[in-house]
């Protein structure tokens, strides 16, 4: 009962207090001359001033320093229009078939190549070929494993949104490659072989993200040449799945290790190499180290003939390699491995001023990467192994980085020692320095983030693919168009 006076008299005080306080302010202030007045004003305005000034260098102290993340607003303009969203696939069409490593391959158990987040072991064996100082960067990655990889840096790229009405792009994780390469040999069906490709189609038309466009705002990368995919029948005997086939895929981007030269929406990415530099020093000293390096060979051939193919392309080129053995040198992939850990191959680049390159299985191969990860200048003998396929990634001159000669001028005799010989010391030099600038477009950095000023393969693929769905889209549409499904 008594709190309640109490709290006003306390009040009553604190009234009474603040006169007096402001008397004896006034009257100090009137016993002052006009110049004490003048320097008090003065003094009080400097300190003000200092406040004022300490406070705006630490804010833009702060501002600058290259460990604070930038400011949200800076970040989004960065990233304007180039949002994408990963979608979050159930484990059955990425993770379970990968972690089933052991029914990959018929012939061998695949686990290994899962290691290091899918670049495969250590390349270790290679000791004593590469700097010691970037021998790290090494790894046996499988040409086919691009799946992985992809996706792994995906779901690390700086303008990944998880919110996806707010993306450019849609990502669709599906490993197509392992989910058909299982099935590829043996005694399987088409259903088989397009059992996840089916269950995967189903499952993204229901995505509301998905029916907007159709898909033509989704991409996917495929592990394998897309001709795995693209199976037109359904006996048992044709190769391949038919995912590129099925309606769910018709507007989709795709990216593949080889693209069909004739569908718009493939996208050929070039085939994993064994170099994963972890910093740009990596690529700039391994840009130094083939630069400089001593070669005793004019030209080689890694491969191994088909006697059981009726005049053998390749079993040409390794009779002209061997009877040429003091300008070339020959590996013979029929007698000794030639496929993920053999130091042999990029010894054999290394030591070479040119290799040739022939069609693999199909019309691409690895090796064109790996004779140019070495500083090795490539010999074409078909147009579609390389100028009509990986565009984004080598050079717009193909006479700038590479020879041609034409496959049947062989057959009919041409001598590939006499043509290579024509090139002069500058030419064949100038040839190999417009390969080492274009090395950091053709290789998978390992940071899970990518590197953090050279743009690497993935970079480059990643701003290839979202400037073709928004020419696919159209320019100037609205990139908010999902409001309209909330």
Not at 331 to 336: I, P
Not at 429 to 441: A, G, H, Q, V, W
Request: aromatic share 14%; charged share 25%; with cysteine.
């Amino acid at each position: 009962m008594m709190s309640q006076p109490s709290t006003e008299l306390e009040g009553l005080e604190e009234h009474t207090k603040s006169p007096k306080i402001k008397s004896t302010i006034t009257s100090s202030l009137s016993r002052l001359t006009p110049v004490h007045r003048t320097l008090l004003f003065a003094v009080i305005l400097f300190q003000v001033f200092v406040v004022l000034y300490f406070t705006r260098t630490r804010n833009v102290s702060i501002s600058k320093s290259p460990d604070q993340p930038l400011p949200a607003d800076v970040e989004d303009a960065e990233c304007d229009s180039r949002w994408i969203y990963v979608y979050d696939l159930p484990s059955m069409y990425n993770s379970d078939l990968k972690d089933k490593c052991e029914q990959l391959d018929p012939w061998q158990n695949k686990c290994e190549k899962n290691l290091n987040d899918g670049f495969g072991q250590e390349a270790m064996e290679l000791s004593g070929i590469v700097p010691e100082s970037i021998l790290p960067a090494w790894y046996w990655t499988d040409q086919f494993w691009g799946e992985v990889m992809f996706h792994n840096r995906m779901l690390n790229y700086e303008c990944r949104t998880l919110e996806p009405e707010n993306a450019t792009a849609f990502y669709i994780p599906f490993y197509a490659g392992f989910a058909v390469g299982k099935y590829s040999w043996g005694n399987h069906t088409t259903r088989e072989r397009d059992w996840h490709a089916e269950m995967l189609s189903k499952w993204i038309q229901e995505q509301k993200w998905w029916k907007r466009f159709s898909g033509s705002n989704h991409f996917i990368m495929l592990g394998r040449v897309t001709w795995d995919f693209r199976r037109s029948g359904n006996a048992d005997a044709e190769w391949g799945s038919s995912f590129l086939n099925m309606p769910a895929m018709q507007k989709v981007v795709r990216m593949s290790i080889e693209r069909n030269i004739w569908d718009n929406l493939d996208i050929a990415v070039p085939y994993p190499t064994i170099f994963h530099p972890r910093f740009e020093s990596d690529i700039v000293e391994w840009q130094r180290f083939i630069r400089s390096r001593r070669r005793n060979y004019l030209f080689t051939f890694v491969g191994g003939a088909r006697k059981s193919f009726k005049n053998d392309f390749r079993g040409i080129l390794q009779s002209q390699c061997l009877n040429e053995s003091t300008t070339c040198r020959n590996v013979d992939c029929s007698r000794e491995k030639c496929s993920d850990g053999a130091t042999s191959i990029m010894e054999t680049f290394l030591d070479s001023d040119f290799c040739l390159q022939p069609r693999g299985d199909t019309f691409t191969r690895r090796s064109v990467f790996d004779c140019m990860l070495a500083g090795s200048i490539p010999v074409f003998f078909w147009r579609r192994t390389a100028y009509l396929q990986y565009q984004w990634f080598v050079p717009d001159e193909p006479e700038s980085y590479s020879v041609f000669i034409h496959r049947d001028d062989v057959r009919n005799g041409t001598n590939i020692r006499r043509v290579l010989e024509a090139y002069g010391r500058e030419e064949v030099e100038r040839m190999r320095e417009k390969i080492i600038e274009y090395i950091p477009k053709f290789v998978y950095a390992k940071p899970s983030k990518g590197l953090e000023k050279i743009r690497d393969a993935f970079d480059v693929a990643v701003d290839g693919i979202l400037s073709k769905i928004q020419d696919a889209i159209g320019e100037g549409d609205d990139w908010n168009w999902m409001n309209e499904y909330e």
